[in-house]
């Protein structure tokens, strides 16, 4: 069982909608859970991060976490078409010495 | 890149060779990460750094080592590279291993270097 899964995707939405990025992990006791983005050809930009249950809110983006669930997800109001990327979710491990493990990542396309 | 640099940047080499690749670091940043990201499997620690001449193994640490003389530098060397070993690195930096709140830093928090890509032909 993977320790970090999202859907690979893509998921396509249009210009100005509301894009949904889940994750999921399998280690219960993981405290730290972020999420980055990544351009084609180009490293990985930290967007949100997140270590209480709840919503955290940063311009268009929302992150939410249930730890309950092992649930973690990604909001992007107002899709534009400069969202358009693969988004890594990533959570620490106790496994790997509380290092962070990294989904496969899902490819967002966002349609002017 | 968060004061991070990679190199080199593009690298191709032949079986058998040793390879290494340098991550360099203007942060102060105790702790040091190499990745690779191969399509499907997403980003593998392969091994990190706790502080000078402090390291351990990763996820996919088999066939490669590491070293770090200096809070700055971090080097990862391919002793022997293989193609499977095709890939791109990336070297990421944190503050500290573990999740920790300093005033609004989030100080486990990776940033990432621009990355090598390596190909073993």
Not at chain 1, 10 to 34: H, K, M, W
Not at chain 2, 2 to 13: D, E, L, W
Not at chain 2, 55 to 61: A, L, N
Request: charged share 20%.
């Amino acid at each position: 069982q993977k320790e970090v899964e999202q859907n690979s995707g893509p998921l396509s939405v249009p210009e100005g909608a509301i894009a949904s990025l889940n994750c999921t992990y399998s280690d219960r006791v993981s405290q730290s859970f972020f999420w980055y983005r990544q351009y084609s050809g180009k490293s990985p930009e930290l967007i949100m991060s997140i270590y209480s249950n709840g919503d955290k809110e940063d311009g268009r983006f929302t992150a939410q976490l249930n730890k309950a669930s092992q649930y973690v997800s990604l909001l992007i109001r107002d899709s534009q078409p400069s969202d358009s990327a693969t988004y890594l979710c990533a959570v620490n491990s106790m496994e790997y010495g509380n290092k962070l493990v990294f989904g496969a990542g899902t490819i967002l396309r966002v349609k002017s | 890149d968060a004061g991070i640099t990679q190199s080199p940047r593009h690298k191709v080499t032949e079986t058998g060779t040793p390879v290494t690749l340098r991550c360099h670091q203007t942060e102060n940043h105790r702790y040091m990460y190499w990745y690779r990201q191969d399509p499907g499997h997403g980003l593998r620690l392969i091994h990190y750094s706790y502080g000078v001449k402090d390291t351990d193994k990763g996820e996919v640490s088999d066939g490669y080592s590491v070293s770090r003389s200096k809070t700055e530098d971090f080097l990862l060397t391919l002793e022997s590279a293989t193609s499977s070993q095709t890939s791109v690195y990336f070297c990421a930096i944190s503050e500290s291993g573990l999740p920790r709140v300093a005033g609004k830093r989030n100080t486990d928090t990776q940033y990432f270097g621009p990355g090598t890509r390596l190909t073993v032909l």
